[in-house]
């Protein structure tokens, strides 16, 4: 590779601090992903109801739309460092109690429902913190590089994470993966301690937190481009990022295929992801490309309105990975368009109206898509969620023509 590609391509790395948490993040992440897919594998084995795994993503998330908005102002309030030691630290205690009840075999579904809850409680102050410190971390100029970057540490894991949970399900059982899942946050919370800035960002306003919240939202809701990439991500994230619910489900339905079939098309969005999160770190020193943000928003909602016809394995590969493609890209450039040329004293809530809209939405399209394919079966999951987000968009894309004539010819 040229070598200037290559510094291209990894420019953030540059900054010590960000590399340390970066590093951390790859090792946690990775567990953090064994973690979902076996839990997700291990209730639809307990159940074998589409609806409770359904139930249980919407578990983790619930919180999400019930907090993140006021977590964000508290992330502008306080030094990011110490939340996201606070949290980390908070995964740690749940992976364990998740690895104790499963290797006494006492588990039960209502458990992991709690633990999920739990889970969703940190993750809502957790995700946005980790959004808005990456540029505290790299600056301003390696942003769009920060975040296309820490954008693949979750692709890297989504590949790699799945089919890791898949060998060791099949060779050792569930709980050794529980066990690597807790291990892995010791990696995180050591990157966090070695980090070292003299000057962290926070306002410790004595302003009230609903006025907070509301000047957060008034932002998003005035300024255009802002505003459309909310609602556009409102719409796909809802519809098209309900993988965890329905591959497994289409995986043994559809595919015939067990534990290492399902992870192995979880990696396979993994790998789309991947790929697209190095091209779109090599593509952030040309800035926003907003023209190829619309062609994937409505590009995977058109791929998976074509599942209906997939019913062959290697076929199906082939589809996740450009949904994997796809997905990555459009949440690429929804977080920059986001963050580019917002003040820093707004960071913190801004970027809890983002999390709000990627993940608090994830209850309404789990329980949609679990329910869906509990009646209609597993081959209508993916289908179902395209068709309707392509119905939901072409309104919101009409109501905003002028913004989207200006983003095509960018």
Request: aromatic fraction near 10%; charged fraction near 10%.
């Amino acid at each position: 590779m040229n070598w200037h590609v290559f510094s291209d391509t990894f420019s953030s790395l540059r900054s010590k601090n960000f590399r340390r948490f970066w590093i951390g993040q790859c090792i946690s992440v990775m567990g953090t992903w064994i973690q979902r897919t076996t839990q997700t594998w291990l209730v639809y084995q307990m159940t074998k109801s589409a609806f409770l795994v359904g139930l249980l993503a919407a578990a983790q998330f619930v919180p999400i739309m019930a907090l993140t908005l006021v977590a964000g102002t508290l992330i502008d309030r306080y030094p990011k460092r110490r939340i996201l030691l606070i949290t980390q630290a908070g995964f740690l205690v749940l992976g364990a109690i998740m690895t104790t009840i499963t290797y006494l075999k006492i588990v039960q579904y209502w458990q992991i429902l709690l633990i999920a809850l739990g889970y969703g409680i940190l993750q809502s102050f957790d995700t946005p913190t980790r959004q808005s410190y990456v540029i505290e971390l790299v600056g301003k100029k390696d942003l769009m590089n920060g975040i296309s970057l820490n954008s693949s540490i979750f692709n890297l894991a989504k590949i790699a994470g799945p089919s890791l949970a898949g060998i060791l399900m099949v060779a050792l059982g569930v709980a050794p993966c529980f066990l690597i899942d807790t291990l892995s946050y010791i990696a995180i919370i050591i990157g966090l301690l070695m980090i070292h800035q003299e000057h962290p960002v926070a306002s410790h306003t004595p302003r009230h937190i609903i006025a907070d919240v509301k000047e957060g939202l008034a932002y998003v809701v005035h300024h255009d481009n802002v505003k459309l990439s909310a609602e556009l991500m409102m719409i796909i994230c809802t519809l098209n990022f309900n993988n965890n619910v329905i591959i497994p489900i289409y995986a043994q339905e559809v595919l015939g295929r067990g534990a290492q079939g399902y992870a192995n098309l979880l990696s396979a969005t993994g790998i789309g992801s991947l790929i697209a999160a190095f091209l779109m770190s090599y593509l952030s020193r040309f800035g926003l490309r907003r023209d190829l943000y619309l062609m994937v928003a409505l590009g995977t909602a058109l791929v998976q309105s074509l599942m209906i016809f997939v019913r062959v394995y290697w076929l199906a590969m082939i589809f996740m990975v450009v949904i994997g493609f796809c997905n990555m890209v459009f949440l690429n450039q929804s977080n920059a368009a986001f963050q580019f040329s917002i003040p820093n004293e707004l960071r913190g809530r801004i970027m809890s109206v983002y999390v709000l809209l990627n993940q608090g939405s994830t209850p309404i399209g789990s329980l949609y898509s679990g329910g869906l394919m509990d009646v209609a079966g597993g081959l209508w999951g993916f289908p179902a969620c395209g068709l309707l987000a392509l119905v939901l968009a072409v309104p919101v894309l009409l109501s905003h023509q002028r913004t989207v004539k200006q983003w095509l010819n960018t």
